[in-house]
């Protein structure tokens, strides 16, 4: 990313990156409102956009870090950001790891689950309502393996469904206390397995797919 000013130009890393802007580490003194002109590198095929720095924090550890809004941006360009941003984003999750996602309004099988996971290894994520666990569920920088539904869980949006229409390769557990629940639930094929909610080691290993 190289930004020139006048006479002036340098070289900044790209933080993050829109088809609107791009959030930019370096060191050329840049002030709020200045138009510029910014050649993205963009795998050995550059494209040059006009931009405008819409805030500047001042020099850290890391560099000064300026805000840039692209401006009159042609079609053809747009639809190459496009691409580039999606790529990133494809490469950033193939690259983190793989996530447990926990749907649980009680607060005491979040956190059990939470400890009992990590004590696997495994990295996850909670949601104490259906609505806060699908945003998790549908951030395109998040990998997730396994959803556990707790069958408390508020009633507002039809979790299991939901991710057997959008997600469909994600495996799909749920907790419940009553056995007949579980196995009914199982039996249909609405989820993969059932977990009891007092579950020992090997139960939640098993349910997993780990054993």
Known sequence: MVLARHSHSGTFAVESLSV????????????????????L?????????????????EPSEGGRRVAVAFREVSPSSQSRLQASVVNALQR????????VLVFAERIEIRKALERDLAGLGI?????????????????????????????E???EVDVVSYVIRA????????????????????ASGRVHAGLAARWSEAELVSVLGRD
């Open 167 to 186: 997600h469909p390769g994600i495996r799909r557990i749920l907790l419940s206390d009553q056995e007949l629940v579980r196995a009914r639930e199982t």
């Open 41 to 57: 590198e963009l795998g050995g095929n550059p494209i040059v956009v006009s931009g405008q720095v819409v805030r500047v924090v």
């Open 153 to 155: 869980l508020d009633p």
């Open 92 to 99: 950033r999750r193939a690259a983190s790891p793989s996530l």
């Open 123 to 151: 990295h996850s994520l909670a949601a104490a309502t259906s609505l806060e666990g699908i945003r998790q569920l549908d951030d395109v920088s998040l990998r997730f393996e396994t959803v556990i539904v707790d069958a």
């Open 20 to 39: 609107g802007g791009a959030l930019l580490v370096g060191e050329l003194a840049l002030v709020d409102g200045e138009v510029i002109k910014v050649l």
